[in-house]
């Protein structure tokens, strides 16, 4: 079974700054898609980045990059310029490529500060 | 509609009584899913619907809970003799395909308390 570990319950950053939220996760397979989602308080999931595992190039959004390291099972999440309304819980989540659920890890609650 | 809809947004009820949650899906969107969020955790899978096959229902905690779907609308997901720890966010989401490619798109949940 698929795992996904987010090994920071909680992060803060300053307006401004850069951040990098962990996320690794374990699973036998060569084909999967890997996600950053944000969930505000209204609880929406809402999606942030996605990223295909066949893929070598890191996926790019904006403000939000990821750093993929597939031989290291490692998928984080690097939010620059961070703003307030980046605050939320991010989930990072493993989608097989032939499967049809996602699985999440705990989250890690971000907190900015002005 | 333009997004998934739930409904209700929020549910008490008492110990041991049923409770039906709706999700409304984007139009043409014909994969479904259900999802179970307790409080400070992760999203649990519950049930997936995918057109008119039949529903992955292994992620089901009990026989307590069932969803049903018709074709690809609306899905209730009803939870009979609730118990305290059946609360939680109820989380339903719904893609164009199976979910990877197109990404899902979630409704606002319903939180269910259970008292």
């Known amino acids: 079974a698929q795992t996904v570990t987010q090994s920071q319950p909680e992060m803060s950053v300053q307006e401004a700054e850069t951040v990098t939220l962990s996320c690794t996760y374990d699973?036998?397979?060569?084909?999967?898609?890997l996600f950053w989602y944000k969930q505000p308080p209204s609880r929406q999931m809402i999606l942030v980045i996605r990223?295909?595992?066949?893929?070598?190039q890191n996926a790019t959004e904006n403000r939000f990059s990821v750093n993929f390291q597939k031989a290291a099972k490692s998928f984080s999440l690097k939010i620059s310029d961070s703003q307030l309304g980046d605050a939320a819980m991010y989930f990072c989540?493993?989608?097989?490529?032939?499967?049809?659920?996602?699985?999440f890890g705990e989250g890690t609650q971000l907190t900015v500060n002005p | 509609g333009a997004g998934v809809s739930q409904s209700p947004s929020n549910k008490v009820t008492e110990k041991g009584k049923d409770v039906e949650l709706r999700c409304d899906p984007i139009?043409?969107?014909?994969?479904l899913y259900w999802y179970r969020q307790r409080l400070g955790q992760g999203l649990e899978f519950l049930i997936y619907?995918?057109?008119?096959?039949?529903?992955?229902k292994s992620g089901l905690p009990s026989d307590r809970f069932s969803a049903e779907r018709t074709g690809e609308s609306v899905s209730t997901l009803t939870i009979q003799r609730t118990q305290q720890e059946d609360s939680a966010v109820y989380l339903c989401?719904?893609?164009?395909?199976?979910?990877?490619?197109?990404?899902?798109?979630f409704g606002s949940g319903t939180r269910l308390t259970v008292v």
């Open positions: 989540a493993y989608l097989l490529t032939s499967g049809s659920r996602l699985t």
């Open positions: 699973t036998s397979e060569s084909d999967y898609y």
């Open positions: 990223q295909e595992a066949y893929k070598q």
């Open positions: 139009s043409g969107h014909t994969a």
């Open positions: 989401a719904s893609s164009l395909g199976r979910g990877g490619y197109y990404g899902y798109t």
């Open positions: 619907f995918q057109g008119n096959s039949a529903p992955d």
